[in-house]
Nanobody, 121 residues
């Protein structure tokens, strides 16, 4: 099970940290990913962290967002800095049994419920 939290309303240029708490399995053994879906748009890749801690980011968030793990807490984070109005979306965390860190959504079989991030201009 995945529980995402940390969303909210923030002004442009601000920061948020999203958390994805895993239960019932060890997240270290999986690629963990963050995806987002803006109103009227398809869900898109944001970032992944592979089993070996390799990270991959969408070009739109590179340099602003950081994905990380906390193994003792079995939690994955997404630190979001310099937020822009176009970052407004529901953010989902997900797991993939493939350890490569691939951003292919089809490889992610378990999804959290999503947390809403709203960035005002």
């Amino acid at each position: 099970q995945l529980q995402a939290s940390g969303g909210g309303l923030v002004q442009a240029g601000g920061s948020l940290r999203l958390s994805c708490a895993a239960s019932g399995f060890t997240s270290r053994h999986y690629t963990m990913g963050w995806f987002r879906q803006a109103p009227g748009k398809e869900r898109e890749f944001v970032a992944t962290i592979a089993c070996g801690d390799g990270t991959l980011y969408a070009d739109s968030v590179k340099g602003r967002f950081t994905i990380s793990r906390d193994d003792p807490k079995n939690t994955v984070y997404l630190r979001m800095n310099s937020l822009k109005p176009e970052d407004t979306a529901v953010y989902f965390c997900a797991t993939s049994p493939y350890c490569t860190g691939s951003p292919n959504q089809g490889e992610f079989g378990s999804w959290g419920q999503g947390t809403l991030v709203t960035v005002s201009s």
